[in-house]
């Protein structure tokens, strides 16, 4: 099977998968560089034939047939890989993202499509290998959301619930997102969706990312003060200062200004239950930031190995 060199811009990307057959040899060197092998569960025999009419493989050993989008999250799609190469080319390229109502023009797709075939390549962009952080390293939240509205009857507040103490207290409208950045010009970026700012979250976060007795910078949130015990804290005061000599988060809150310029500027409404998808997607960006477009299309799609995603589990009904 002929072997395709990476483009290096969208156009050469646009030429080089619009015949069906090079985008699916491209995948495949890109998938199997070692030749292909059943991705079966529990098989992985090399031991296939390639029909070449259908492009798919036999296996010899679990005598079952499959295609290069079995084990994917291409798997099941009745979209062709001619069409899968470009959108993850488009949406891993663009410092932004790219809406689902783009997708669909480019590819002459529906949105529901383009909409579905975006969380699938999000899916893929999570980075499901784990390492801890030696830092030092940055740790702060941020709100993702609208502003509250006020209910359309009447004048009446916004819907509270009482606190322990009895106190009314105003429900938050809004998402918490978490990020731990390590410091450098190669420093990685790692972001959660969280139910609240307390302090067992937000430590515990900390703790399962980052390395004991490494060196943490934070703000003054009382919540991050149960770190001071296994790590070298350091604290700034934003009610005071933003700077302090080394003692900043400048690093994460550059980040947060990508995160939201994406959520605000293309995605414009995003439900709190795919937070997460979209969130990764910025870290896969931010964390491949020094590649070029060509290499860091490879990565994503490469990541779509092992990884699936069904429009059930995607929309609550699996």
């Excluded at 959520?263 to 870290?283: D, I």
């Amino acid at each position: 099977m002929p072997v395709h060199s990476i483009p290096q811009s969208m156009l050469e990307a646009v030429r080089q998968f619009a015949d069906p057959q090079v985008a699916h040899d491209f995948f495949v060197g890109i998938r199997f560089p070692n030749g292909v092998a059943c991705p079966r569960h529990g098989c992985g025999s090399a031991s296939v034939a390639y029909l070449e009419k259908y492009r798919r493989w036999y296996c010899n050993d679990c005598k079952k047939q499959f295609s290069a989008k079995v084990g994917t999250i291409f798997e099941d799609s009745p979209i062709g890989l001619d069409k899968w190469l470009p959108a993850i080319w488009l949406i891993a390229s663009n410092r932004n993202g790219i809406s689902s109502h783009e997708l669909a023009r480019a590819l002459s797709v529906t949105q529901k499509t383009a909409w579905f075939m975006l969380h699938r390549i999000r899916e893929a962009m999570t980075d499901k290998a784990f390492t801890k952080l030696a830092g030092p390293v940055e740790a702060d939240e941020t709100y993702i959301g609208g502003k509250p509205r006020r209910p359309s009857i009447g004048r009446q507040t916004l819907a509270s619930k009482k606190a322990p103490d009895g106190r009314k207290v105003r429900e938050n409208p809004k998402a918490i997102v978490m990020g731990i950045i390590q410091r450098g010009k190669q420093g990685k970026v790692r972001a959660f969706v969280v139910p609240n700012a307390t302090g067992p979250t937000v430590a515990n976060k900390v703790r399962a990312n980052v390395k004991p007795g490494a060196v943490v910078y934070t703000d003054a949130d009382g919540a991050y003060g149960p770190l001071s015990a296994d790590y070298i804290r350091y604290v700034v005061n934003h009610a005071v200062e933003y700077v302090n000599g080394h003692i900043h988060t400048n690093s994460i809150e550059a980040f947060w200004a990508l995160l939201k310029r994406t959520l605000k500027g293309t995605y414009v409404s995003t439900r709190p239950e795919h937070l997460q998808r979209y969130v990764e997607e910025a870290v896969f960006r931010f964390n491949s930031r020094h590649s070029k477009d060509g290499p860091r299309f490879a990565v994503a799609e490469k990541s779509a190995d092992g990884k699936h995603l069904t429009y059930k589990s995607l929309i609550g009904k699996a």
